[in-house]
Each structure stands twice: as structure tokens, then as C-alpha cells.
């Protein structure tokens, strides 16, 4: 008899990694198949988060058959002041302001916090009785979409970086949850970078940069300023950039115009719009800072003289965007990208607050096909603690909104 082994990980092979310093894979104890999170040891739960922080995107294979109301208590393994409140609100979001009603994003009847994403129509699942998800579509996402030669080609991209957190009225949470039910059987697909090179990846792929590997590419100029500054997010974020268009890489908005006017948004306060450091702390990893920001959703820029104290401010959006881009674009290479490529049962745990992420693949157009849909749930719960200022210093703003 093999003795009985603890929760164990391994970093993913170094042709996957690149220097994207993204990736681990999780091995489950002894006679543990499927995840139980209530039966790991404190020492499993250990490996666990170190897997998480130490590489911010860990993978379960195999987890086929994983109940829905495991998925809550999994993330609360890696945020102890995770609420039970999904990250988009307590129930499906039927508004059509609002980003997840595009997607027809759904919830799994067992667990309001897990939703359904994906692409296609599905009967008789879950007790629901049918239900469609909507993949993003190329032609109408980005400022200049993909030709129909490269969509033909198999090219795709990134739709928008993101954190997933409305930037409103809710915290973003530690970690998101990602759980493979149906792969579309489509061929590999391509992503082309600035610099020509090009990256093979599966169709429909998420994509994940690490905010540690952003900040160690800027300039020591660069790293000071992110050090110093805080972000505020636009009032109902997602719903003022609702019209707006991504640029190729799916970074920033590279044009002016289509925002909502902040008169036409619906009923917002200051109070509940994020402001969070440019700079992060991770809970296991304080030495190493994260750069987070959502370079579609910025608003202003304070930034603190450390050695005057006297605070400067960039309010104009245009201006915002372009400077957070300026700083956010290098990290866009294909060796600093890891796509997580899908198999049937994979648990994802991603550190949200450690990377950015973003859907890719077209797959909107085979949504008919039944061989070709996709089904994915999301556990995404928002937090009751905000994330904590790599630089601390007197009267720096960590509650995670505009103060009064
Ligand atoms: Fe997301």
C-alpha cells in the first residue's frame, strides 16, 4: 500500500510558465478525488494558499461531478472575510445596463455565489429548464475588430483585462473560482502580439497577466509614481464605459466619446466608488508588490509627494487611461501571458487580486452547434475587507472607497 500523502503542488512546467510567473497544479490527498474542502488537513489548507499567492492561478484537474455549493467554501479557504454575496450582486442580473446581462450570465440553482458563463443553449440543466449563455463577440467589442480574413484565420485576443468587482458599492474578492463543465470541441485558436511574435492557445482560453510581473517591468520612475498614487474608479464603472470599445489588446479604451454622462448614469454616491491604491499587498507574499488597476474603468489619479506630502491630481479620463496604459502595455507578450488552456472537470483558482484576466476565443458563432457549446461556473464573491496599500503612509485611503 502507497502511504497516504498530503495536498501536494507543483509549479506548471517552465514552457508553459514562460515569465509570466503564473501557474500551479494542485494534487488532492490520498483518496480525495473529488475537492472536499472540509476534509483537509490546516496543513493541506496551508499548501493551498501558498500554492495560490506564491503563483496567483492554481488548477485541479479532473474535478467532474464537484457540487456547486463547494465552491463557496473553497474560496473562503483563501478569504477568510469572503460574504456569501456574488461579486454582481445577490441575484442574476436581468438590467441591461449592466456587463453580465450581455453575457445572459446566469446562477446555479444550488448556490446563488456560483453563475453560469459560457456559450450556447442548454435544457434541462440543474432544474432549470433552459438556459443560454453568450459568448463576446469580436466584431463588436474592440475599437478596430479583427478582419474577417484573421477571424477566418483563427486569430483572437483578449476582450478586456479585468479584476472581477464592479469598481462599485462591492469589494473585489480575494480569489474567482472557474469550473469546466463543457469544452468546446473547437481547433486552437491564436493571439498576435505588438512585437509579431504569436501564441497558440485553446479556443476559448482565459487569459491571465500577474499584477507582481506588470510592476517589475516598469521604469524606477514608473514604480515610484504606482507607489505613491491612488485609483479612483468611474461612478457605476461598468455602466459609464457600457458603449465604449477596447483597443487590440483589450488594455485600455483608446478613444474618447461614448461614455455615459454622469448625469444619465443610474442613482450613484460618492461613497460607494472605488478608490483603491495603484499598488496591492499580497496576504502571503508581502515583500512582492502587485500592480491592479482596470485601465477601462479609471477615472482619476492622486498621486502623494512622499517627501512634501502634497498630493497631485489627474482628473482628466483621457489622460488617466493613457497614463495607466503607458504603464499597463508592457506586460502584453506572449511570454508573460498564461492562457489557461481548458479540459473537461478543471477547478481554477485565480488570486484576483493578483491578476488581471480576460476571456478570449471566438466562439459565438458556433453557438448552434451542439459540440461546440461551452459551460462554465464563475465563484466570484465579493469581500468585506479591501485590498491593503503595498506603501503604507499617514492618511493613505485603504477602505477601498472615495472617502467622504
Ligand atoms: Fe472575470
Given at each position: ?15 508553459i ?17 473529488i475537492?472536499?474542502?472540509?476534509n ?7 499548501t ?23 465552491l ?42 456560483v ?16 438556459i ?8 463588436l ?5 479583427l478582419?474577417?480574413e484573421?477571424?477566418?484565420?483563427g ?24 469550473h ?23 479556443a476559448g ?13 516598469l ?26 470599445k477596447?483597443?487590440?489588446d483589450?488594455l ?30 499580497n ?8 500592480l ?16 512634501t ?41 485565480f ?19 451542439e ?22 503612509y ?11
Amino acid at each position: 500500500m502507497p502511504e497516504p500523502t498530503g495536498l501536494k503542488f507543483e509549479t506548471l512546467p517552465d514552457e508553459i510558465r514562460q515569465s509570466s510567473a503564473i501557474g500551479a497544479q494542485i494534487q488532492l490527498p490520498t483518496g480525495m478525488p473529488i475537492l472536499e474542502p472540509e476534509n483537509l488537513t490546516e496543513t493541506d489548507k496551508k499548501t493551498l494558499q501558498q500554492a495560490l499567492f506564491e503563483n496567483q492561478v492554481i488548477v485541479i484537474r479532473k474535478q467532474k461531478g464537484i457540487d456547486a455549493t463547494v465552491l463557496p467554501k473553497l474560496a473562503k479557504i483563501f478569504d477568510k472575510s469572503a460574504s456569501d454575496i456574488h461579486s454582481a450582486g445577490e441575484k442574476a442580473v436581468s438590467d441591461p445596463k449592466n456587463i453580465l446581462s450581455a453575457y445572459k450570465a446566469g446562477r446555479h440553482p444550488k448556490a446563488p455565489q456560483v453563475g453560469i458563463i459560457g456559450s450556447g443553449k442548454f435544457q434541462d440543466y440543474e432544474g432549470l429548464k433552459e438556459i443560454e449563455v453568450v459568448h463576446l463577440d469580436h466584431t463588436l467589442f474592440h475599437e478596430s475588430p479583427l478582419t474577417k480574413e484573421e477571424l477566418d484565420d483563427g486569430y483572437t485576443r483578449p476582450y478586456r483585462w479585468h479584476m472581477d468587482t464592479p469598481f462599485y458599492e462591492r469589494l473585489p474578492g480575494e480569489v474567482t473560482i472557474l469550473h469546466s463543465i463543457r469544452i468546446p470541441n473547437v481547433p486552437d485558436q491564436k493571439i498576435k502580439f505588438p512585437d509579431g511574435k504569436e501564441k497558440q492557445i485553446g479556443a476559448g482560453a482565459t487569459a491571465f497577466f500577474s499584477g507582481a510581473r506588470a510592476f517589475a517591468l516598469l521604469s524606477p520612475d514608473e514604480q515610484e509614481f504606482a507607489l505613491n498614487t491612488t485609483v479612483t474608479y468611474a461612478p457605476q464603472a461598468y455602466e459609464y464605459i457600457r458603449q465604449c470599445k477596447a483597443s487590440e489588446d483589450g488594455l485600455t479604451i483608446p478613444t474618447m466619446g461614448r461614455e455615459v454622462a454622469v448625469e444619465e448614469l443610474s442613482e450613484w454616491s460618492w461613497d460607494k466608488v472605488a478608490e483603491h491604491p495603484m499598488v496591492w499587498r499580497n496576504p502571503l507574499n508581502p515583500e512582492r508588490p502587485f500592480l491592479q488597476v482596470h485601465g477601462c474603468c479609471v477615472y482619476k489619479l492622486s498621486t502623494r509627494n512622499p517627501t512634501t506630502g502634497e498630493i497631485t491630481i489627474m482628473n482628466d479620463v483621457e489622460q488617466v487611461r493613457n497614463k495607466i496604459y503607458s504603464m499597463q502595455r508592457k506586460i502584453y507578450a506572449a511570454e508573460n501571458i498564461y492562457a489557461h488552456r481548458w479540459e473537461e472537470g478543471d477547478l481554477v483558482i485565480f488570486h484576483n487580486r493578483g491578476v488581471m484576466h480576460s476571456i478570449t476565443g471566438q466562439l459565438a458563432k458556433y453557438k448552434e452547434e451542439e459540440d461546440k457549446k461551452r459551460m462554465l461556473w464563475q465563484c466570484t464573491m465579493t469581500s468585506t475587507s479591501a485590498p491593503k496599500p503595498f506603501r503604507e503612509y499617514e492618511g493613505v485611503n485603504d477602505t477601498g472607497y472615495v472617502k467622504a
